[in-house]
């Protein structure tokens, strides 16, 4: 996955990594001019990346992570959505209430491990990002 970012600071040491500023994506696109709903406030997000090639401050670049980005939405998305439909539709022989019940706390077992999968990969080695090219 690619994402377009600013250099906002250098490596202190040689071989070291840049630090960037990316502007975080909407599904809307971010034409702001036409809906006015979001009052066009991006967030950023601040990373830190390896560079093969030689950049300066302020240059835009493109920049390339690792597909755990896609398995790690896939994650936080699906799976609190996938455990609250196993929990309301197994449990056929409960009344209404009984069911929805299972359904919300497997919806929260959903985030829990979502929660925790996040804290095992920042503590590992967290998702990497590399510089491909200067725009």
């Given at each position: 996955?690619?994402?377009?970012?600013?250099?906002?600071?250098?490596?202190?040491?040689?071989?070291?990594?840049?630090e960037?500023?990316?502007?975080?994506?909407?599904?809307?696109?971010?034409?702001?001019?036409?809906?006015?709903?979001?009052?066009?406030?991006?967030?950023?997000?601040?990373?830190?990346?390896?560079?093969?090639?030689?950049?300066?401050?302020?240059?835009?670049?493109?920049?390339?992570?690792?597909?755990?980005v896609?398995g790690?939405?896939?994650?936080?998305?699906?799976?609190?959505?996938?455990?609250?439909?196993?929990?309301y539709?197994?449990?056929?022989?409960?009344?209404?209430?009984?069911?929805?019940?299972?359904?919300?706390?497997?919806?929260?077992?959903g985030?829990?491990?979502?929660?925790?999968?996040?804290?095992?990969?920042?503590?590992?080695?967290?998702i990497s990002?590399?510089?491909?090219?200067?725009?």
């Amino acid at each position: 996955m690619t994402q377009t970012a600013t250099v906002t600071a250098l490596p202190v040491v040689p071989g070291g990594q840049v630090e960037l500023t990316i502007v975080r994506q909407t599904a809307c696109g971010h034409s702001c001019d036409g809906c006015g709903r979001c009052a066009g406030k991006a967030q950023k997000l601040v990373i830190r990346a390896g560079s093969d090639i030689p950049v300066a401050l302020g240059d835009q670049v493109e920049v390339y992570s690792d597909n755990r980005v896609l398995g790690a939405a896939a994650l936080v998305y699906g799976l609190p959505v996938v455990l609250f439909l196993l929990g309301y539709l197994l449990p056929s022989s409960l009344l209404e209430p009984g069911r929805c019940l299972c359904g919300g706390l497997g919806f929260a077992m959903g985030l829990a491990g979502a929660a925790a999968c996040d804290r095992l990969v920042k503590k590992r080695s967290g998702i990497s990002y590399r510089i491909v090219r200067k725009l």
